[in-house]
């Protein structure tokens, strides 16, 4: 019958979905476990200064290319290895990759692009995350100064001290720290003062408000000029479109991320694009 075949139906996806998430986690067991040929690597979307109109820096973005599975959104693995802890040893090698290409850039002498990287809640708690991650580092002879830490808002509904805590003491020793998809949780702008936070990346939605000229157009423009009080470096993500760079950079707005830039780029193609700017003055662009 009909019922018989839903019912059926319903197993078989649900059957699917529980072995993709099995290979999944196989995956990312094997990036936990330090095999060479794990699938995780990383690509990096250029940040554009408006005030130059240059690329001053990169966000390394994980992806998770799987045999069986082809590639893996990290909307998809993230969630599980969080969920698997698999996070911490995940993001230990995400370190590693991004400081490597930090380290290429600054031996070709690009020593002022910074590269940010996103790290989930759970690593920021983890025992010795602070010691751990300087040592590595040390080891990578990368500069704290061209590091930046991306945590999204939502970890202050976690344990807020011990977050805040942690940040504060990587400042200390160089390091950016940028407040992710900023506007779609739960700080508010009034307890960005208490935050050990540089930067604020203002999420996509507000970005995407700005094509239609509602209310929420006065509501990121406020988010600026708060964030610029407070002494923190703005950075809007999810530009797409000529309309929304030119309302940011009316605005004040410090930096832009998005497709009208850049799509996320291999490891080579960011440094072509580097190097491409390089021969070009500041006015030239
Ligand atoms: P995110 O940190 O907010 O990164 C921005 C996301 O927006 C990226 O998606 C990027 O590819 C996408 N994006 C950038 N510009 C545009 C644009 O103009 N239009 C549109 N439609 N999208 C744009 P992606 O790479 O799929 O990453 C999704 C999320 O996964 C990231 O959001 C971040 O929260 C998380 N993630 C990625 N890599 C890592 C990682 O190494 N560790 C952790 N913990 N999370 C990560
Ligand atoms: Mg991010
Ligand atoms: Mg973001
Ligand atoms: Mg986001």
């Known amino acids: 019958s009909d019922r018989a075949f839903g019912v059926c139906f319903y197993d078989v996806e649900m059957e699917r979905e529980i072995l993709r998430e099995q290979k ?33 820096g990169f966000e390394a973005l994980a ?12 909307l998809e693995f993230i969630p599980i290895a969080e969920e698997t802890k698999l996070i911490v040893p995940v993001g230990w090698n995400v370190f590693l990759q991004a400081f490597r290409f930090l380290k290429k850039l600054k031996e070709k002498g690009f020593d002022t692009i910074n590269v940010f990287i996103n790290v989930s809640a759970i690593q920021v708690l983890a025992e010795n995350f602070t010691d751990d991650l300087l040592e590595m580092i040390r080891e990578a002879e990368v500069c704290p100064e061209n590091i930046g830490i991306e945590i999204t808002e939502s970890v202050f509904s976690m344990d807020y001290q011990g977050i805040n805590r942690v940040l504060g003491n990587l400042r200390d020793f160089g390091l950016h720290i940028a407040i992710d998809d ?4 739960y700080s508010s702008l009034a307890r960005e003062r208490e935050l050990n936070v540089d930067c604020l990346k203002i999420d996509k939605f507000f970005v995407d408000k700005l094509l239609t000229l509602s209310a929420e157009d ?17 950075v809007a993500e999810g530009v797409e479109h000529e309309e929304q760079k030119e309302y940011l950079l009316r605005n004040g707005c410090d930096k832009i991320q998005g497709f009208l830039v850049a799509r996320p780029l291999d490891e080579e193609a960011a440094l072509e694009l580097i190097r491409s700017q390089a021969g070009t003055g500041p006015e030239s662009t």
């Not at 006065?218 to 002494?231: P, V």
């Open 63 to 74: 992806r998770l290319n799987s045999e069986q599975l082809g590639l893996v959104s990290p």
């Open 218 to 234: 006065a509501i990121t423009a406020d988010i600026i000029s708060m964030a610029h009080r407070l002494g923190h470096c703005v």
């Open 182 to 185: 900023f506007g779609t949780g």
């Open 24 to 56: 999944i986690k196989h995956e990312l067991a094997r990036v936990a476990a330090g095999d060479e040929n794990n699938g995780l690597f990383l690509q990096y979307q250029p940040i554009l200064d408006l005030k130059s109109n240059r690329v001053c």
